[in-house]
């Protein structure tokens, strides 16, 4: 079993606690351009998270979604959760937020042998009672800093997380797989200037990612 978490279960985590780091990560795979992102990952030598729902671009049981999956989970990227099928928690029941989540836990359960401890809710929706009832299911919530879809169409050199002389703070980069080449190729030369990890390395644990 992996060590205990520095992060109760229902803690929210917004900003990096290591300094003048960040961390870049993926939203909603695997999908069809998830193997040309990993590929280009390991080209950079770059290690992200990726929060995988189980039927969003396409249902994570199916074989290639099987095989992505396990690639990036043996590249050494973090893989963390998002709910099954990307449904706004905030607008589900407790009883269905329980059910999205224990169905994504079974399949990464199944296809890869761990279950992840950090989760992100879609569209950043966790009032208080989403928070409860993710607290009782075990997991760290992880929201983010800077959502790189809304600046992909924006000179990169007026992003926040580029002035690496003067960071505003520390980021976790959002992004989504739909919009991985510009959002990624605008991020690498930062992320190889500056200390990118994934999130557990941002968050300073060893082996954050497992063991509910």
Not at 2 to 25: D, M, N, W
Request: glycine fraction near 6%.
């Amino acid at each position: 079993p992996a060590p205990p978490s520095l992060y109760q279960p229902g803690q929210v985590l917004r900003r990096c606690t290591k300094p003048k780091s960040y961390a870049i990560s993926f939203d909603d795979g695997p999908g069809q351009l998830t193997d040309e992102l990993l590929d280009y990952l390991e080209e950079q030598q770059l290690q992200v998270t990726f929060f995988m729902n189980g039927d969003n671009w396409n249902c994570i049981y199916r074989p290639h979604s099987q095989r992505l999956l396990k690639r990036a989970y043996e590249n050494k990227h973090q893989i963390a959760a998002h709910p099954w099928s990307h449904r706004d928690l905030e607008s589900l029941s407790d009883k269905d937020i329980r059910e999205e989540m224990t169905r994504i836990e079974q399949a990464f359960r199944q296809i890869l042998g761990v279950v992840p401890r950090y989760m992100r809710p879609p569209y950043g929706g966790v009032g208080e009672r989403v928070r409860r009832v993710l607290e009782e299911m075990g997991y760290i919530i992880v929201l983010w800093d800077v959502d790189q879809l809304s600046i992909v169409d924006v000179e990169f050199s007026s992003s926040p997380t580029r002035d690496t002389g003067h960071p505003h703070h520390d980021e976790d980069m959002l992004a989504s797989t739909s919009k991985w080449a510009e959002a990624v190729r605008g991020v690498a030369s930062a992320a190889l200037d500056r200390d990118a990890m994934t999130l557990g390395g941002i968050y300073q644990e060893a082996t954050p990612e497992w063991a509910i």
